[in-house]
């Protein structure tokens, strides 16, 4: 398939997304009364930080706040549960089962409320958040709700990279979906809100979850978001941007990396199984954003291939023109971001150079798809993984991938120059 046409498909389904999140509007109007639990699964966190995130939930007055942590956080729960003790309504349940399916599985069982909020430690809400998120249960088809995320804390180049990435999901992807086919990828589990209804049914086969006869231990968003989609009563999934959180982001390189692996195999496992299981192609839009996401794992990785390819041969004035079409199309594609930080257009080069460099990164995650662990906070530690066999075959299919295209350009250039 010629080069062009590769990045015609590109541009058109990006002015096809941009267009259908103008048809979107969040749910407006008065909030139903309706109880809310909070379930909050605890492993490793910091314990100051806990504790003042801690506050942002109560304050927003739910039904009742449930943590269940770890038995190894001493320190975490020896002040929860002083907290507990001022708080009728603030419970915690200590557990030394490892992970956090379990965790979640053992606080939803635990609940009252009518709605049940499934939130990480270190997310911290505002004022109405609680509210907003609300609203859209005011109609009854609604199962699960997907509130709006900023990272918290800028600082690191790594965290301003992932808050660029984040402001482009949740002004485009999230609203078209949400607006045209009322569905999701994925209610994220920074928080995840559900109808109890909705969530009940599902909550059990969370710790049964297996890919490729392996048990899956991380992605527990993705498989309450498929599987309250896939229920017999084809609960809708929709994006309120009115309801804000404010979530931590990793300040390293490498442990947002690690994240971003995860992250990655969560999502390929997910969308295989949602593909495998059909109900997705009742939800077009979904099923075809799911495709298509899939596929950009490949054809992002052809830009920087032609542009090497083109120096070494010697054409620089195609290799002037890539370089240029960078700068532009990568400042176009990252509006939603630069219009809410002015400052934001010298992250345009790094967001560019960031973006091919997670190519071959998106390729391992695929091939190591069934690689189970969290990467991050140490939860690897407490399964015990040999995973070094699986490094070398996944190392191995990334490069026959790259040298076949390589090969392919090559032929490309070779012809024509």
Same mark, same amino acid.
């Given at each position: 398939?010629?080069?062009?046409?590769?990045?015609?498909?590109?541009?058109?389904?990006?002015?096809?997304?941009?267009?259908?999140?103008?048809?979107?509007?969040?749910?407006?109007?008065?909030?139903?009364?309706?109880?809310?639990?909070?379930?909050?699964?605890?492993?490793?966190?910091?314990?100051?930080?806990? #504790?003042?995130?801690?506050?942002?939930?109560?304050?927003?007055?739910?039904?009742?706040?449930?943590?269940?942590?770890?038995?190894?956080?001493?320190?975490?729960?020896?002040?929860?549960?002083?907290?507990?003790?001022?708080?009728?309504?603030?419970?915690?349940?200590?557990?030394?089962?490892?992970?956090? =399916?379990?965790?979640?599985?053992?606080?939803?069982?635990?609940?009252?409320?009518?709605?049940?909020?499934?939130?990480?430690?270190?997310?911290?809400? =505002?004022?109405?958040?609680?509210?907003?998120?609300?609203?859209?249960?005011?109609?009854?088809?609604?199962?699960?709700?997907?509130?709006?995320?900023?990272?918290?804390?800028?600082?690191?180049?790594?965290?301003?990279?992932?808050?660029?990435? #984040? =402001?482009?999901?949740?002004?485009?992807?999230?609203?078209?979906?949400?607006?045209?086919?009322?569905?999701?990828?994925?209610?994220?589990?920074?928080?995840?809100?559900?109808?109890?209804?909705?969530?009940?049914?599902?909550?059990?086969?969370?710790?049964?979850?297996?890919?490729?006869?392996?048990?899956?231990?991380?992605?527990?968003?993705?498989?309450?978001?498929?599987?309250?989609?896939?229920?017999?009563?084809?609960?809708?999934?929709?994006?309120?941007?009115?309801?804000?959180?404010?979530?931590? %982001?990793?300040?390293?390189?490498?442990?947002?990396?690690?994240?971003?692996?995860?992250?990655?195999?969560?999502?390929?496992?997910?969308?295989?199984?949602?593909?495998?299981?059909?109900?997705?192609?009742?939800?077009? %839009?979904?099923?075809?954003?799911?495709?298509?996401?899939?596929?950009? #794992?490949?054809?992002?990785?052809?830009?920087?291939?032609?542009?090497?390819?083109?120096?070494?041969?010697?054409?620089?004035?195609?290799?002037?023109?890539?370089?240029?079409?960078?700068?532009?199309?990568?400042?176009?594609? #990252?509006?939603?971001?630069?219009?809410?930080?002015?400052?934001?257009?010298?992250?345009?080069?790094?967001?560019?150079?960031?973006?091919?460099?997670?190519?071959?990164?998106?390729?391992? %995650?695929?091939?190591?798809?069934?690689?189970?662990?969290?990467?991050?906070?140490?939860?690897?530690?407490?399964?015990?993984?040999?995973?070094?066999?699986? =490094?070398?075959?996944?190392?191995?299919?990334?490069?026959?991938?790259?040298?076949?295209?390589?090969?392919?350009?090559?032929?490309?250039?070779?012809?024509?120059?």
């Amino acid at each position: 398939m010629p080069l062009a046409l590769i990045g015609i498909w590109r541009w058109g389904v990006w002015v096809l997304k941009v267009a259908l999140a103008q048809l979107y509007d969040p749910y407006n109007g008065i909030a139903p009364d309706l109880s809310v639990s909070i379930v909050v699964p605890v492993y490793r966190a910091d314990p100051d930080d806990f #504790m003042e995130t801690t506050k942002t939930w109560i304050a927003n007055d739910p039904h009742e706040l449930i943590a269940v942590i770890d038995h190894g956080d001493t320190e975490i729960i020896e002040r929860f549960q002083a907290l507990a003790d001022n708080h009728s309504n603030v419970s915690c349940i200590v557990t030394s089962t490892p992970g956090k =399916r379990p965790a979640l599985r053992d606080g939803v069982h635990a609940t009252e409320g009518e709605i049940i909020a499934l939130v990480d430690d270190d997310v911290r809400w =505002r004022d109405d958040t609680l509210e907003e998120f609300l609203k859209p249960f005011s109609d009854p088809k609604i199962g699960a709700v997907s509130p709006k995320q900023v990272v918290r804390t800028q600082s690191s180049l790594s965290q301003k990279l992932y808050e660029a990435q #984040m =402001r482009l999901q949740f002004a485009i992807d999230y609203p078209a979906l949400s607006a045209v086919s009322q569905s999701s990828s994925c209610v994220s589990g920074r928080t995840a809100v559900y109808r109890r209804n909705a969530l009940l049914p599902v909550i059990d086969d969370l710790t049964e979850e297996t890919f490729l006869g392996k048990q899956v231990i991380s992605g527990d968003d993705k498989f309450l978001t498929r599987a309250v989609q896939a229920s017999d009563w084809n609960w809708d999934v929709v994006y309120q941007s009115t309801s804000v959180i404010d979530i931590g %982001a990793e300040p390293s390189a490498s442990e947002f990396l690690s994240q971003t692996v995860r992250w990655t195999r969560n999502t390929i496992r997910s969308d295989l199984k949602a593909m495998s299981e059909g109900w997705v192609f009742k939800r077009k %839009a979904l099923a075809y954003y799911n495709l298509d996401r899939f596929i950009s #794992m490949f054809a992002i990785l052809l830009a920087p291939l032609y542009f090497s390819l083109s120096l070494s041969r010697t054409a620089y004035t195609i290799a002037a023109a890539i370089l240029i079409w960078w700068a532009i199309s990568r400042s176009i594609k #990252m509006y939603p971001y630069l219009r809410e930080h002015k400052g934001g257009f010298v992250l345009v080069p790094i967001y560019t150079l960031g973006s091919f460099v997670m190519s071959p990164v998106y390729l391992y %995650a695929l091939f190591s798809a069934n690689t189970q662990g969290w990467l991050t906070r140490g939860d690897d530690s407490r399964f015990g993984f040999d995973q070094l066999r699986q =490094r070398v075959v996944t190392s191995g299919s990334i490069l026959l991938v790259i040298l076949t295209m390589t090969i392919y350009i090559g032929l490309l250039l070779r012809f024509r120059y």
